[in-house]
Every structure is written in structure tokens, then in C-alpha cells.
């Protein structure tokens, strides 16, 4: 059986003078992280490694990411981040120029269907 998607978060991140796409993303996924928990791990005994986590990050110039490196922060489960065309980049009246990142961080379980039953 396919795995199942059992979280999504949200999160935003910018660079506000150095137009650093990397730690723009960087931020915004520490963000989406900020927003949630999940104890079901030692509540139900499953593994930390069973977890596919699918992380994509919106900036406008998404060739400029290490996306390996990304990935290698996310503290659990397998991890792979992709960057698709988003976010924003916003000049500033003295010349710098604003990078904002979206990031929707993804996590997926084997189906636990199997492990609950109606009484």
C-alpha cells in the first residue's frame, strides 16, 4: 500500500538585504517546523524512519538552491526537498532587494489502517 500523507505545514522565510535564496528557504522551512508536533511517534511505537517527509520551497530563482543541503537539516524521517518557481523578490528603494520563500513541508506514513480496529 502507498504511504499517507498525515501532516502538511506552512511556513515563510526571508533574506532582508543579502538576496540569499538559500537562507530564505532555509528560514521558511524552520518555520513550518515551528508549527507542529507530533507525539504520535512514541504514543503508537512508530519509528522515526518510517516517516517520508516531502518538503517544496518557492523562491524566484530556484536553481539557486542547494537542495541536498536543505534536506540534510530536516531532523527526521527521509527526507527530500524540491524548489519550483514562487516566493518573492522585492526591491528595496536603496538598491537591495527583499527574497521571501514559501515552504510546504510534507509528511507521509505507511498506511496505519491495520493497527486500529471498531469496537
Known amino acids: 500500500m502507498t504511504d499517507q500523507r498525515f501532516i502538511i505545514e506552512m511556513g515563510m522565510g526571508n533574506d532582508l538585504h543579502g538576496m540569499d535564496y538559500q537562507k530564505a528557504a532555509a528560514r521558511a522551512i524552520e518555520d513550518a517546523f515551528r508549527h507542529s508536533s ?4 512514541g504514543g503508537l511505537g512508530i519509528s522515526q524512519e518510517e516517516m517520508c517527509v516531502q518538503v517544496t520551497v518557492g523562491v524566484q530563482e530556484p ?7 536543505l534536506a540534510e537539516k530536516l ?5 527530500t526537498v524540491r524548489g519550483i ?4 523578490n522585492v526591491p ?3 538598491g ?3 527574497v521571501i520563500a ?15 480496529r471498531q469496537s
Open 92 to 94: 528595496n528603494p536603496n
Open 102 to 116: 514559501t515552504a510546504a513541508v510534507e509528511a507521509f506514513l505507511p498506511s496505519q489502517a491495520a493497527n486500529w
Open 85 to 88: 518557481k514562487g516566493g518573492q
Open 75 to 79: 531532523p527526521r524521517g527521509r527526507a
Open 96 to 98: 537591495d532587494t527583499i
Open 63 to 69: 536553481e539557486a538552491l542547494d537542495t541536498d543541503a
Open 38 to 41: 507530533i507525539p504520535m511517534f
